[in-house]
């Protein structure tokens, strides 16, 4: 009713409006909300227009596109081993055409999500929770799960699944998963994530499946949205404290930072025994949290071990998923987006009678539930901005019939009173 309402006064002001050159280029926006659909009706020189919000492509229609040369840059960048066989697809080829043995990794995993192979456990530990896949992540999702790691790091934490989890939760849209902070009871412990990445869903590489040694399943969207509680009372915990002493914005971390932190093993020094510390004015030792401080002047540098300790990629090398011939050989016939389920060995979903801190966000009692979130947020929103346009469509509809119809009658018996007094000064 509310629509048809609006697209009647659409008529009329833009015939009305169209009277006065002065209006010719006047836009009325009305917006209607009706479920997650948004409607943008517009009288511009007389004509009405529909436009429906694109739906982002998801991993089975976002086809390859990035150049066969940036492809093989990126291989050499970051350190892909030639027995990981990685592929550069075949043209027109979307992330669920990896043939069989084969997962997608997308280009900005690396590049902008601080990810490296061989992948940490950490990271692998969070996965496997959630019952996530590690193609299924969203590119912008990755950046909060690495940068909370780096920062554990950093402070002489132990990241575990049980700690990101209170600070974050998994989400679904178009057909990715991606990690949400909390916003009820939790202080952040991050800041600025990444809001968009010009298309890295059309750049990506197929790999070994055994290049990611554990199980991870792929999810299907009929099993939903994983949410798993916070079991843990966190709020007078140490770790907690420190962890959110100091809010850090998300951003892309230099390489000799990763190594430092245990992310990354791409750490060829000149002198065998360096390794990577951050520091300030010829002093090293400094704490890696001054990265994030555009205040600090210091910078990463390499120190050197003394002799009689191991090298630093043998100190960290117990931190990360290593291939193995024996997963090569596991895996080698699993076909992406075809788990059969047995990759994982208990169902996430939280227990009934269990204590549950969860925001807002996270009440939704179904995954079309949180897709239609923020349509049923907006209702009443848009219910009442839609009153208050046709409020000032009805006033200026007013305006332009009433006052200067007026006021023009007026003005014409003045302009000829004006003339027949020259015609008599004269």
Same mark, same amino acid.
Request: glycine share 6%; proline share 7%.
């Given at each position: 009713?509310? !629509? ?243 809010? !850090? ?178």
């Amino acid at each position: 009713m509310i !629509t048809t309402f609006i697209s009647l006064f659409k008529f009329q002001t833009s015939f009305f409006l169209s009277r006065s050159p002065s209006n010719f280029f006047f836009l009325i926006f009305v917006f209607s909300f009706n479920h997650n659909h948004v409607y943008w009706c517009e009288a511009f020189y007389h004509q009405e227009e529909k436009i429906k919000p694109r739906n982002p492509p998801g991993p089975n229609q976002a086809d390859i596109n990035w150049k066969e040369e940036e492809f093989h840059n990126h291989v050499q960048n970051f350190g892909f081993h030639s027995d990981w066989g990685v592929q550069f697809p075949m043209p027109k080829s979307t992330a669920l055409d990896a043939p069989p043995g084969y997962v997608t990794l997308y280009a900005d995993f690396f590049r902008e999500g601080n990810f490296r192979l061989p992948m940490t456990k950490f990271t692998g530990e969070v996965l496997t929770n959630y019952g996530l896949h590690i193609s299924q992540i969203n590119a912008l999702g990755l950046p909060r799960l690495t940068h909370f790691e780096f920062i554990c790091r950093a402070n002489r934490v132990e990241p575990t699944f049980e700690k990101f989890n209170v600070f974050y939760f998994v989400t679904y849209i178009g057909g990715f998963y991606s990690f949400n902070s909390r916003t009820s009871r939790v202080d952040p412990c991050s800041r600025d994530p990444p809001n968009s990445l010009h298309d890295w869903k059309h750049k990506f590489v197929y790999i070994h499946r055994g290049v990611i040694p554990i199980d991870i399943h792929y999810r299907a969207e009929s099993e939903g949205v994983p949410r798993v509680n916070v079991l843990i009372p966190f709020t007078e915990q140490d770790w907690y404290t420190t962890l959110t002493r100091k809010v !850090t914005p998300i951003i892309q971390l230099e390489e000799r930072a990763l190594v430092a932190a245990r992310m990354s093993m791409l750490w060829a020094p000149q002198n065998p025994r360096g390794f990577p510390v951050y520091g300030y004015r010829g002093k090293a030792g400094y704490s890696l949290m001054n990265i994030f401080d555009p205040k600090a002047c210091g910078a990463m540098v390499v120190a050197v071990l003394p002799e009689g300790r191991p090298l630093w990629v043998e100190q960290i090398r117990d931190n990360f998923l290593h291939p193995t011939s024996e997963s090569m050989a596991t895996y080698a016939n699993t076909v992406l987006g075809e788990d059969d389920g047995d990759d994982i060995d208990a169902d996430p979903a939280p227990a009934q009678g269990e204590p549950i801190i969860l925001s807002s966000e996270e009440s939704a009692d179904s995954y079309q539930d949180l897709i239609h979130r923020s349509a049923r947020a907006c209702h009443n929103e848009g219910l009442f901005r839609n009153l208050l346009l046709m409020m000032l469509i009805l006033l200026l509809w007013i305006y332009r019939l009433g006052l200067l119809n007026r006021l023009r009658p007026g003005r014409r018996r003045k302009r000829i009173r004006l003339r027949r007094r020259r015609l008599r000064n004269r």
